[in-house]
């Protein structure tokens, strides 16, 4: 059984540039969710997505975007970067047997890191 | 709003017993979550309360209360690899964990 995976692991951009970040959820897994962890704080959610819609958003402006595809793997882009992205991206599955996260428990990729200029 | 509140930091030694703390300020979630986390990696699942009481797995019990907005988690027989930080989280209408700023937990020889 494959765990998530996240692609790239580090990265660096300039302010107003774009990045997608790429995750692949574990096998059996449906639900992917993203989260943005900044030095020294908790995971704060993005959105999530089940069955390639988005079912749920944190409070982050519509410059953060994603995807789910088919294959329930998922993209986070985000445009116009600001110093303060810069954080560990991080993305989680979940099965659908579990309501999607409802017994508490995700599934996390090791994340990638982005740093903004 | 919501909030879960943690100690920043706690400190031990091996063999010891340490108790994590977690208040919230939430209704109508599912229940309470403990994450580990070291040193940026992923975050992994240590245990979950549903309902009311203690929850028990193997060295970690975790413990919630909410009538008085309020869980636990409790690591025995502490050991070096278990210096990390620790996060509650909770899991609102099935769907996303709101984290709470997270414990570290140093355990010294």
């Known amino acids: 059984e494959t765990g998530v995976t996240q692609s790239p692991t580090h990265l660096i951009k300039t302010r107003g540039q774009q990045v997608t970040l790429r995750c692949s959820s574990q096998?059996?897994?449906?639900?992917v969710s993203w989260y943005q962890q900044a030095l020294g704080q908790g995971p704060q959610f993005i959105f999530q997505y089940y069955r390639e819609e988005e079912n749920g958003r944190g409070n982050f402006p519509p410059r953060f975007s994603g995807l789910q595809f088919p294959n329930y793997s998922s993209e986070l882009n985000v445009n116009a970067l600001e110093l303060d992205d810069s954080a560990l991206y991080l993305c989680?599955?979940?099965?659908?047997?579990?309501?999607?996260?409802?017994?508490?428990?995700?599934?996390f990729g090791e994340g990638s890191r982005l740093t903004v200029l | 709003g919501q909030s879960l509140e943690q100690p920043s930091e706690v400190t031990a030694v091996e063999g010891a017993i340490v108790q994590i703390n977690c208040t919230y300020q939430?209704?109508?979630?599912?229940?309470l979550s403990w994450y580990q986390q070291h040193d940026g990696g992923a975050p992994t699942f240590l245990s979950y309360?549903?309902?009311?009481g203690l929850e028990e797995t193997g060295r970690f019990s975790s413990f919630l209360s909410r009538s008085d907005s309020y869980g636990y988690l409790l690591l025995q027989e502490l050991q070096m690899k278990d210096s990390a930080s620790y996060f509650c989280?909770?899991?609102?209408?099935?769907?996303?964990?709101?984290f709470g700023k997270g414990t570290t937990l140093s355990v010294s020889s």
């Open positions: 939430t209704s109508g979630f599912y229940g």
């Open positions: 096998s059996g897994h449906n639900t």
């Open positions: 309360n549903a309902l009311d």
């Open positions: 989280a909770v899991n609102k209408a099935g769907t996303a964990l709101i």
């Open positions: 989680a599955s979940s099965p659908a047997s579990s309501g999607g996260g409802r017994t508490g428990e995700l599934f």
